[in-house]
């Protein structure tokens, strides 16, 4: 090795402290951008391939019956390529072992099926055969759930009557990857299932032989979606069509390309913050050495290297600190996201989840991050390349010292000496102390974002769960029945309370905008179900009008006071003008909310329901189920604190993994700036210490001097950085306003207290690696070294 | 001791009476700083030759230029104006490159505070030098040299100050320079060391003939020399032949 590498070798080693905290910094950054890159890429790839194996659908449409004549007209249509019709039944599942009724979801597969849209994959047993009887294939998230398989069956109530099923086979679907009940937010796969029957079997249970209720097509590559969409509308309407829509709104596919989306942003946002800090510490590190080594690059310039030599040898220390990162990063990010895929097949159901870790991420990150590192060092290098090596040979100038603003305030009567070299110190360079104010700050507010989202969920969940929801069952009933099915209900036992509601599939319009939602039709009076905003107060449901969820009013750009168009899709399907009377701050989905007797005016109809919320005797729910489970007008039964609890074992798990790393990234971050910059000032004071203590002060004195410094700067910054954190949770905030999720914008006190302290706990630490290297100055060495 | 003429350059009349090859012609040498609204006249038109094998020594107050001189003449500054020409080639028309590959072939320099670079064992320091020069010694060699072959894994820090000039004249020397420029070697030494220090340029200038000029403040110093230049207010004030060199170890101060 040439004498230069070996310089270059000992310098990182010398400073190995601080290439350390630079190099985490900027590994955390790296493995973000690995882990998230890397995700996104094998997320899109195995999409791409199972869509593409398993002819996942372009369009789709549900509607109430129509007879397979129309399915000619519809594979008719210009544009079509493939066309799949089917018969899609809700219906509550009695499972073994639980005593709430389960949600299935009950899908026609034609005899031929093979070649056919959305096919599925087989992952253990058969399919079933034809003309076998009651045979089905389940999903396999909601088959694992139970522990089912081939060989088990499942009670279902096929309208009205006790069915069972037998389970032949255990399957995935394209249209399920993630699984999920309709107006949920996160899959339960213990309380909702998928089953593929043959078409006969659910034709005869729910006398739809010769029709279907559910359209999927595939389309040309050069078909007009609008026209398409336009003309199925057309075509199915007479016969109870919901409304088409494309994949962007299928809702399993919106969920995982949402994913792949946020991961994307991921992969942009906060690797740039980590190699920035990054760049920033290489920076003034870099910076110092180069300062430090003034002479020493005199003298290599002297004894005949050239500039391009020196400034190469001081890269070459960079990139070696870029390198380590990088295989630090590279490694660290592949191994979260092999985690993650482990946490992502918990939600998405794919055939063959392959986590793959492509080299041309590998490469993108090593570029990113040396071309940050080079631009974060650019400057200090050129100066030692531009270093004239004549003058280098001078000792510098002493610093130009001046009375500070404060002392120039008059206020240096109440500063003792000390105190006084500090804050002379801190403004002699405004810019390095500024941006030392501006790392702690960073550090700070990532601390503070880490642990945000945890309180923006718990709030959401409060607020849905516990001041929205207060009813301990949700009942939706198979069509809108009469009040006789309420009090049928109401006397059912163990039910202490129970309250109806309506929901209506609707597409609510405003000029040349358009959404299909649910309108929720509540008891204005109602105690179960109250439409809340954040302050806590009821918001109450006039005579007439909608209350609409903020993010659908923004989206269809109405408020207070304006009017929408409400197209119903069901039934009589009217076409109203309704008056928006208010909006409301809500965390998932989006919803209109109605007075329940307004919904019937709307339609012209009088009490009707089609659910109803219930609450009951916590002694008394097993014989609730039973009695619900055969109830032949109950599609579904919702039970909160299942759902609740569901909900927190899924995102618990990976809020914790997302927090865990978020809190050991941004304690990184703390470190990484406050002990480099403690570092920092001891190198460029160590002489004025030593003499300092030659003069007579005490290590205690100059122990204070130098760690005021730091105590200063860390007590400017936190209050800045805890500010910082509240506009980075805002900025999330609006990232993540989005059709499916809203969080709200809640930073708990306690969320800011960890912050400040890491933060302080980080800065004290550097304190007393300071305050041992102060203790450990050598004297005679450091007065005796020509700086 | 002969007077100075301001008209011609000094050392003239040395090269009337030996007539050796001039190593560097120095014409009009005129340094100027500025420093803030000051102008600082650093040489003000030195006229000088430096001979082959010639060991020189600069003598004068401090301030006068004499650093300045030589780190032109090294091609570690470039003068504001005038000429230098090493062996005919004017070094003045080089850029930094070209003057690097200058100091790289011909120069060996030694600071007055040694600059080794300290994170380098005394070796290493030499190695610097021997791995980017076309014909250098072993770096053991050059240490032999300084008599110091017992302290080559040594790192500065664990030199004393004179041990660290003599590493710094092994690495000066390694490359086999044309020319070696020493700025105050011994200003940071006692008598002994320096004694020691001045043998190791003496035996360098003596053995490989290499072309030799010591800055020092000690007048003393200069009876090694064959001519001694006196620096004042940025210009040659008194050129001085001796008619016999002491050698080092014979200086008595
Ligand atoms: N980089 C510089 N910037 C400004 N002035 C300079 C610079 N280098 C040298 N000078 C000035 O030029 C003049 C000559 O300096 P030089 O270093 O050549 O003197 P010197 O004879 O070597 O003195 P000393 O014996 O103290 O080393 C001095 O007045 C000095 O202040
Ligand atoms: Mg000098």
Same mark, same amino acid.
């Given at each position: 090795?040439?004498?230069?590498?070996?310089?270059?070798?000992?310098?990182?080693?010398?400073?190995?402290?601080?290439?350390?905290?630079?190099?985490?910094?900027?590994?955390?950054?790296?493995?973000?951008?690995?882990?998230?890159?890397?995700?996104?890429?094998?997320?899109?790839?195995?999409?791409?391939?199972?869509?593409?194996?398993?002819?996942?659908?372009?369009?789709?449409?549900?509607?109430?019956?129509?007879?397979?004549?129309?399915?000619?007209?519809?594979?008719?249509?210009?544009?079509?390529?493939?066309?799949?019709?089917?018969?899609?039944?809700?219906?509550?599942?009695?499972?073994?072992?639980?005593?709430?009724?389960?949600?299935?979801?009950?899908?026609?597969?034609?005899?031929?099926?093979?070649?056919?849209?959305?096919?599925?994959?087989?992952?253990?047993?058969?399919?079933?055969?034809?003309?076998?009887?009651?045979?089905?294939?389940?999903?396999?998230?909601?088959?694992?759930?139970?522990?089912?398989?081939?060989?088990?069956?499942?009670?279902?109530?096929?309208?009205?009557?006790?069915?069972?099923?037998?389970?032949?086979?255990?399957?995935?679907?394209?249209?399920?990857?993630?699984?999920?009940?309709?107006?949920?937010?996160?899959?339960?796969?213990?309380?909702?299932?998928?089953?593929?029957?043959?078409?006969?079997?659910?034709?005869?249970?729910?006398?739809?032989?010769?029709?279907?209720?559910?359209?999927?097509?595939?389309?040309?590559?050069?078909?007009?979606?609008?026209?398409?969409?336009?003309?199925?509308?057309?075509?199915?309407?007479?016969?109870?069509?919901?409304?088409?829509?494309?994949?962007?709104?299928?809702?399993?596919?919106?969920?995982?390309?949402?994913?792949?989306?946020?991961?994307?942003?991921?992969?942009?946002?906060?690797?740039?913050?980590?190699?920035?800090?990054?760049?920033?510490?290489?920076?003034?590190?870099?910076?110092?050495?180069?300062?430090?080594?003034?002479?020493?690059?005199?003298?290599?310039?002297?004894?005949?290297?050239?500039?391009?030599?020196?400034?190469?040898?001081?890269?070459?220390?960079?990139?070696?600190?870029?390198?380590?990162?990088?295989?630090?990063?590279?490694?660290?990010?592949?191994?979260?996201?092999?985690?993650?895929?482990?946490?992502?097949?918990?939600?998405?159901?794919?055939?063959?989840?392959?986590?793959?870790?492509?080299?041309?991420?590998?490469?993108?990150?090593?570029?990113?991050?040396?071309?940050?590192?080079?631009?974060?060092?650019?400057?200090?290098?050129?100066?030692?390349?531009?270093?004239?090596?004549?003058?280098?040979?001078?000792?510098?100038?002493?610093?130009?010292?001046?009375?500070?603003?404060?002392?120039?305030?008059?206020?240096?009567?109440?500063?003792?000496?000390?105190?006084?070299?500090?804050?002379?110190?801190?403004?002699?360079?405004?810019?390095?102390?500024?941006?030392?104010?501006?790392?702690?700050?960073?550090?700070?507010?990532?601390?503070?974002?880490?642990?945000?989202?945890?309180?923006?969920?718990?709030?959401?969940?409060?607020?849905?769960?516990?001041?929205?929801?207060?009813?301990?069952?949700?009942?939706?009933?198979?069509?809108?029945?009469?009040?006789?099915?309420?009090?049928?209900?109401?006397?059912?036992?163990?039910?202490?309370?129970?309250?109806?509601?309506?929901?209506?599939?609707?597409?609510?319009?405003?000029?040349?905008?358009?959404?299909?939602?649910?309108?929720?039709?509540?008891?204005?009076?109602?105690?179960?179900?109250?439409?809340?905003?954040?302050?806590?107060?009821?918001?109450?449901?006039?005579?007439?009008?909608?209350?609409?969820?903020?993010?659908?009013?923004?989206?269809?750009?109405?408020?207070?006071?304006?009017?929408?168009?409400?197209?119903?899709?069901?039934?009589?399907?009217?076409?109203?003008?309704?008056?928006?009377?208010?909006?409301?701050?809500?965390?998932?989905?989006?919803?209109?909310?109605?007075?329940?007797?307004?919904?019937?005016?709307?339609?012209?109809?009088?009490?009707?329901?089609?659910?109803?919320?219930?609450?009951?005797?916590?002694?008394?729910?097993?014989?609730?189920?039973?009695?619900?489970?055969?109830?032949?007008?109950?599609?579904?039964?919702?039970?909160?604190?299942?759902?609740?609890?569901?909900?927190?074992?899924?995102?618990?798990?990976?809020?914790?993994?997302?927090?865990?790393?978020?809190?050991?990234?941004?304690?990184?971050?703390?470190?990484?700036?406050?002990?480099?910059?403690?570092?920092?000032?001891?190198?460029?004071?160590?002489?004025?210490?030593?003499?300092?203590?030659?003069?007579?002060?005490?290590?205690?004195?100059?122990?204070?001097?130098?760690?005021?410094?730091?105590?200063?700067?860390?007590?400017?910054?936190?209050?800045?950085?805890?500010?910082?954190?509240?506009?980075?949770?805002?900025?999330?905030?609006?990232?993540?306003?989005?059709?499916?999720?809203?969080?709200?914008?809640?930073?708990?006190?306690?969320?800011?207290?960890?912050?400040?302290?890491?933060?302080?706990?980080?800065?004290?630490?550097?304190?007393?690696?300071?305050?041992?290297?102060?203790?450990?100055?050598?004297?005679?060495?450091?007065?005796?070294?020509?700086? | 001791?002969?007077?100075?003429?301001?008209?011609?350059?000094?050392?003239?009349?040395?090269?009337?009476?030996?007539?050796?090859?001039?190593?560097?012609?120095?014409?009009?040498?005129?340094?100027?700083? /500025? @420093? #803030?609204? *000051?102008?600082?006249?650093?040489?003000?038109?030195?006229?000088?030759?430096?001979? &082959?094998?010639?060991?020189? =020594?600069?003598?004068?107050?401090?301030?006068?230029?004499?650093?300045?001189?030589?780190?032109?003449?090294?091609?570690?500054?470039?003068?504001?104006?005038?000429?230098?020409?090493?062996?005919?080639?004017?070094?003045?028309?080089?850029?930094?490159?070209?003057?690097?590959?200058?100091?790289?072939? /011909? @120069? #060996?320099? *030694?600071?007055?505070?040694?600059?080794?670079?300290?994170?380098?064992?005394?070796? &290493?320091?030499?190695?610097? =030098?021997?791995?980017?020069?076309?014909?250098?010694?072993?770096?053991?060699?050059?240490?032999?040299?300084?008599?110091?072959?017992?302290?080559?894994?040594?790192?500065?820090?664990?030199?004393?100050?004179?041990?660290?000039?003599?590493?710094?004249?092994?690495?000066?020397?390694?490359?086999?320079?044309? @020319?070696?420029?020493?700025?105050?070697?011994?200003?940071?030494?006692?008598?002994?060391?320096?004694?020691?220090?001045?043998?190791?340029?003496?035996?360098?200038?003596?053995?490989?003939?290499?072309?030799?000029?010591?800055?020092?403040?000690?007048?003393?110093?200069?009876?090694?020399?064959?001519?001694?230049?006196?620096?004042?207010?940025?210009?040659?004030?008194?050129?001085?032949?001796?008619?016999?060199?002491?050698?080092?170890?014979?200086?008595?101060?």
């Amino acid at each position: 090795m040439s004498a230069l590498n070996r310089k270059m070798l000992r310098d990182l080693l010398h400073m190995k402290g601080q290439a350390l905290a630079i190099c985490l910094v900027m590994a955390c950054g790296i493995a973000i951008f690995v882990m998230a890159l890397s995700m996104v890429d094998s997320l899109q790839r195995t999409l791409d391939t199972y869509y593409d194996h398993h002819r996942f659908a372009e369009v789709f449409a549900h509607l109430k019956r129509a007879p397979n004549s129309l399915a000619r007209r519809i594979a008719e249509i210009p544009g079509v390529s493939q066309m799949q019709t089917r018969i899609v039944q809700q219906v509550t599942l009695d499972v073994q072992g639980m005593a709430e009724p389960a949600e299935g979801r009950l899908i026609s597969l034609p005899d031929q099926h093979v070649g056919g849209l959305n096919a599925l994959y087989l992952r253990r047993g058969r399919f079933i055969e034809p003309g076998s009887g009651r045979e089905v294939v389940v999903s396999e998230s909601f088959a694992d759930a139970h522990r089912l398989g081939p060989g088990d069956s499942v009670t279902a109530v096929l309208n009205g009557r006790r069915q069972e099923l037998r389970i032949v086979g255990v399957v995935l679907s394209p249209e399920y990857i993630y699984q999920i009940r309709p107006g949920d937010l996160l899959p339960d796969n213990r309380r909702f299932g998928v089953f593929w029957i043959a078409y006969d079997e659910l034709a005869a249970a729910f006398d739809m032989q010769g029709a279907f209720n559910d359209v999927s097509l595939s389309l040309m590559s050069d078909a007009s979606e609008p026209q398409v969409l336009r003309r199925l509308d057309e075509l199915t309407e007479a016969y109870g069509g919901l409304g088409s829509y494309l994949r962007d709104d299928q809702l399993s596919h919106k969920f995982v390309t949402n994913e792949i989306k946020e991961m994307r942003a991921t992969a942009v946002m906060v690797p740039t913050i980590f190699l920035a800090v990054a760049a920033f510490l290489l920076n003034v590190v870099i910076s110092r050495l180069i300062n430090m080594q003034r002479e020493q690059i005199a003298a290599l310039k002297g004894i005949g290297y050239s500039s391009r030599e020196i400034g190469w040898h001081y890269m070459k220390l960079i990139l070696a600190i870029t390198l380590i990162a990088v295989a630090l990063g590279t490694t660290v990010g592949a191994w979260m996201g092999s985690m993650l895929t482990e946490l992502y097949t918990q939600f998405f159901q794919f055939p063959v989840f392959e986590y793959g870790l492509d080299m041309w991420i590998v490469v993108m990150a090593l570029v990113v991050s040396t071309a940050s590192a080079v631009v974060g060092t650019l400057g200090a290098v050129w100066r030692a390349m531009r270093l004239p090596p004549a003058q280098a040979m001078r000792p510098e100038a002493p610093e130009v010292y001046r009375a500070t603003i404060l002392e120039r305030g008059g206020l240096q009567r109440f500063l003792s000496p000390a105190m006084r070299m500090i804050v002379r110190y801190l403004e002699r360079r405004p810019v390095k102390s500024l941006l030392t104010c501006a790392g702690i700050a960073l550090a700070t507010s990532i601390l503070v974002l880490g642990n945000y989202m945890e309180d923006a969920i718990d709030y959401a969940m409060d607020f849905e769960f516990q001041r929205v929801q207060r009813y301990d069952l949700s009942v939706s009933l198979v069509e809108s029945a009469s009040s006789a099915a309420m009090s049928q209900i109401r006397h059912l036992p163990g039910v202490t309370h129970c309250e109806p509601f309506r929901a209506l599939s609707v597409r609510v319009r405003s000029a040349h905008r358009a959404r299909r939602v649910g309108i929720m039709g509540l008891d204005s009076q109602g105690e179960l179900y109250r439409v809340i905003d954040m302050n806590g107060d009821v918001i109450p449901l006039p005579r007439r009008g909608l209350v609409l969820s903020r993010k659908l009013g923004e989206l269809l750009a109405v408020g207070p006071g304006d009017t929408v168009t409400v197209e119903v899709l069901q039934e009589t399907r009217p076409v109203r003008e309704v008056p928006v009377s208010g909006l409301v701050e809500d965390f998932s989905g989006m919803s209109a909310y109605m007075d329940i007797r307004a919904v019937n005016r709307l339609m012209r109809e009088g009490n009707r329901v089609t659910g109803a919320f219930i609450s009951a005797d916590p002694d008394r729910m097993d014989s609730l189920y039973r009695e619900l489970k055969d109830l032949p007008l109950v599609a579904g039964v919702t039970a909160k604190a299942a759902a609740l609890e569901s909900f927190r074992n899924t995102i618990a798990q990976s809020m914790l993994v997302m927090k865990t790393i978020n809190v050991i990234f941004a304690v990184i971050i703390a470190f990484g700036v406050v002990y480099n910059s403690a570092r920092i000032s001891l190198s460029e004071r160590s002489r004025e210490l030593a003499t300092l203590r030659v003069i007579g002060f005490t290590r205690v004195e100059i122990s204070l001097i130098q760690l005021g410094e730091l105590a200063v700067l860390t007590l400017i910054s936190i209050p800045a950085g805890l500010l910082l954190g509240y506009g980075w949770a805002a900025l999330t905030t609006s990232a993540y306003d989005t059709e499916l999720f809203r969080i709200p914008l809640v930073v708990d006190r306690s969320t800011y207290a960890f912050a400040a302290t890491v933060v302080m706990i980080a800065a004290l630490f550097s304190g007393l690696v300071v305050r041992r290297m102060l203790d450990r100055l050598d004297l005679v060495a450091v007065l005796k070294t020509n700086e | 001791m002969s007077s100075h003429s301001s008209n011609q350059p000094a050392g003239d009349s040395a090269a009337a009476t030996a007539d050796p090859p001039a190593v560097f012609e120095a014409r009009g040498l005129t340094k100027i700083y /500025h @420093v #803030g609204d *000051v102008d600082v006249h650093a040489l003000r038109g030195v006229d000088v030759n430096l001979y &082959e094998g010639e060991f020189v =020594v600069l003598l004068g107050p401090s301030g006068s230029g004499k650093s300045t001189l030589l780190n032109i003449l090294g091609g570690l500054d470039v003068p504001t104006a005038g000429q230098v020409r090493y062996f005919g080639h004017d070094l003045t028309k080089d850029d930094d490159s070209a003057l690097t590959q200058f100091r790289r072939e /011909h @120069v #060996g320099f *030694v600071f007055q505070f040694y600059n080794l670079i300290p994170s380098l064992t005394a070796m &290493e320091n030499i190695a610097l =030098v021997t791995e980017i020069s076309t014909d250098p010694m072993r770096p053991a060699e050059a240490l032999e040299m300084v008599d110091l072959s017992d302290r080559k894994d040594h790192f500065p820090s664990q030199l004393s100050g004179g041990e660290q000039q003599r590493v710094a004249i092994a690495r000066a020397i390694a490359k086999r320079p044309k @020319v070696l420029l020493c700025d105050e070697p011994t200003g940071a030494l006692d008598v002994k060391t320096g004694i020691v220090v001045l043998e190791a340029i003496e035996r360098a200038n003596r053995e490989l003939g290499t072309t030799t000029a010591v800055i020092t403040h000690n007048a003393i110093i200069a009876e090694m020399a064959d001519r001694v230049l006196m620096l004042s207010g940025g210009l040659i004030s008194d050129v001085r032949h001796n008619t016999r060199r002491i050698p080092a170890c014979d200086l008595v101060w």
